[in-house]
Structures are given as C-alpha cells and as structure tokens.
C-alpha cells in the first residue's frame, strides 16, 4: 500500500527564514509519482509540483525548490526566503492504484 | 485556464434536507473527484468519475449520492446526513484519470455544515 509520512505537524518561522518541509514515502511500485499541494486557509489545494519515479532532477520555481531522492524514498520541499503568503498547509501526496496518498500535512506559520 | 468552481461556498442544512453540491469544469479534463476534508486532516477520496462514468467508490454511505451529468459537471446530492458529515467537501479534475499521473485542480471547496 502506498504510504506517505510528514512528519513534521506545524513549523513557524519567521519571514525571510527558509523552510524545509520533510516527505518520505512507501511504494512497491516501480513507476509511480509525486506531488506537493498547497492549502491557503481559503481552503481551495494549489498544485504545486508533479514528479515522476524516473526524474531525479531536483526543481527550482522562483523561491521554491524541491529535491527528490529516490534511494531514501524522500521528496522535500523547500521554500526560501518565506513571507507572509506562504503560510499554509502543505501536503505531499503519491499516485497509486488511480488514487493520491495524501501525508498528513506541514501546517507553515510564517511570522512577519 | 485551471479553474474549478464549486457552489455553495458554504451550506448549512438538517439531517432530513435534501440538497446538492456542484462542480464545474472548463479545462477539458475527463476526470472528476469528490473529496472529503475535515478540519486538519488531509482530503479523502470519496467518488471518482472517469469519462462521465463512476469508476471509484471508497464505500461512501448511500446518502452521499453522486452525478456526472456530462464532462464539465459533477454534483453530489446530500440527503439524510448526520451532523458527522459536516466537513470542507472539495471538487478536483485531471485530464485523466489513469494511473492518477496527472496533477489534479481543485476547486475552493463547499463548506457544509449538518445541524
């Protein structure tokens, strides 16, 4: 079964400080993917980030970047130089059995 | 254009009333979720319609009754719910659902609560 552990419940920080949000997952699936949604207290999940099993790359997009590594079953998210906005929950989730694992989620504070 | 929308926002109703959740789509996806989300936890799969057709089920109680009436819609008809069902209950769409490899859009969510 496909499993994903966050286990990180809530981080604050302060604004400008980085953040690094932990994801490790389960799978016995050769192929499979990964992604990050972000959750506003509006409710409404943001796509984030889609990865798939055979793309090692790490990802930058503007003050978020992502590293995957495929031999400690981790995809982290980072996010640099944090503001206000980035307060959020943020979920990691893996594809499998045409369903998302969803991890528990990363409740972000970002103090001004 | 990655737009879902959902209406109501909100919704307050009895355990005997009848109503209905809608979501639409213009993205030209052909698969439709419905999610369960209650407070701090992550969303639950609840139905899952591929090509106007249910294709998953998570075993969600009859009184939560789904409906694709075509590509762009989907609604979920309410009726005889008990105040446990109170939750953000949130519309997505991918451009396919096999495999889940597609990311999916998520509407802003109808927030129900059973009194």
């Known amino acids: 079964a496909q499993k994903v552990t966050q286990a990180q419940t809530e981080i604050s920080v302060v604004e400008k400080e980085d953040v690094t949000l932990d994801c490790v997952y389960e799978?016995?699936?050769?192929?499979?993917?990964l992604f990050w949604y972000k959750q506003p207290p509006s409710g409404e999940l943001v796509f984030l980030i889609r990865?798939?099993?055979?793309?090692?790359q790490n990802e930058i997009s503007g003050r978020y970047s992502w590293n995957f590594q495929k031999s400690t079953s981790s995809f982290n998210f980072t996010i640099t130089a944090s503001q206000v906005v980035d307060s959020a929950v943020y979920f990691c989730?893996?594809?499998?059995?045409?369903?998302?694992?969803f991890g528990k989620g990363n409740q972000v504070v970002v103090i001004p | 254009d990655t737009e879902v929308t959902q209406t109501p926002k909100h919704l307050v109703m009895g355990m005997t009333n009848k109503k209905s959740l809608k979501c639409e789509q213009h993205?030209?996806?052909?698969?439709m979720y419905w999610y369960k989300q209650k407070a701090k936890k992550p969303p639950e799969l609840m139905f899952v319609?591929?090509?106007?057709?249910?294709?998953i089920n998570e075993s969600v109680p009859s009184r939560f009754s789904p409906e694709c009436p075509n590509s762009s819609l989907l609604n979920l008809h309410l009726h005889a719910l008990q105040p446990e069902d109170s939750a953000l209950y949130l519309c997505?769409?991918?451009?396919?659902?096999?495999?889940?490899?597609?990311?999916?859009?998520f509407g802003p969510g109808t927030r129900l609560t059973v009194t």
């Open positions: 997505a769409s991918s451009q396919d659902e096999q495999g889940s490899a597609y990311e999916q859009y």
């Open positions: 799978t016995r699936d050769t192929t499979y993917y």
């Open positions: 990865r798939n099993s055979f793309d090692e």
């Open positions: 989730a893996l594809e499998g059995n045409n369903r998302l694992a």
């Open positions: 993205m030209g996806h052909r698969a």
């Open positions: 319609y591929s090509y106007e057709k249910l294709s």
